[in-house]
């Protein structure tokens, strides 16, 4: 097989974003040695990915706990109406996330999906009360396109980002009685 071949080329960046995943907080060297590449292999092929979109960006893993913050799922069905431009802008312009912040809430991770619901939102707020009040101004700023919504709050994160949470153990409070 050709060194630059399409297949080795993937191979390599798969390899590259696998060790991102478990830590992005390593440098290019230490990728380059688990890798066995070269320094400048690295760099090169995580500016490409950087430079294409398949990296959007790095986040630290924090414990929202520790940050006095609660977190949320709110789970959303659609109805059959056709979404209107004008909320189709509010979508893309992420005017729910600036709504979000006026309240106190940040949104973790939003999700369009296929199956029950078609759309599922993650976020912290510092209480049950401001996480309802975000689903109220969810509900108002998508009013007549939802036919349901239900809020969860989130108990125990066991794994985050593909972090198994340090504090595991604690997980058995949750099964005992």
């Known amino acids: 097989m050709a060194k630059n071949s399409t297949r080795q080329i993937e191979a390599d960046e798969k ?6 995943s478990i830590n992005a907080n390593k440098s290019v060297n230490e990728i380059a040695k688990t890798c066995k ?3 400048q292999k690295v760099w090169r092929i995580i500016k490409n990915l950087e430079k294409n979109n398949t990296i959007w960006g790095y986040v630290a893993i924090i414990d929202d706990e520790k940050q ?6 709110l789970l959303i069905k659609r109805n059959n109406k056709p979404l209107e431009n004008t909320v189709i802008e509010k979508i893309v312009n992420r005017d729910l996330e600036k709504k979000a912040s006026e309240g106190g809430v940040e ?8 199956g029950v619901f078609d759309w599922l939102v993650c976020f912290n707020a510092p209480s049950i009360k401001h996480a309802k009040g975000f689903v109220e101004e969810f509900n108002k ?9 239900f809020l969860l709050e989130e108990m125990f994160e066991a794994q ?3 972090i198994v949470n340090p504090e595991i153990d ?5 099964f005992s009685l």
């Not at 700023?141 to 919504?149: A, D, N, R």
């Open 37 to 39: 590449f070269s320094r």
């Open 141 to 149: 700023l998508f009013y007549g396109f939802l036919s349901e919504s």
């Open 160 to 162: 985050k980002c593909g």
């Open 170 to 174: 604690k997980l058995r409070d949750f």
């Open 15 to 20: 390899r590259i974003l696998k060790e991102l």
């Open 107 to 114: 949104i973790k991770n939003s999700y369009y999906t296929n």
């Open 68 to 73: 006095d913050k609660k977190g949320f799922i």
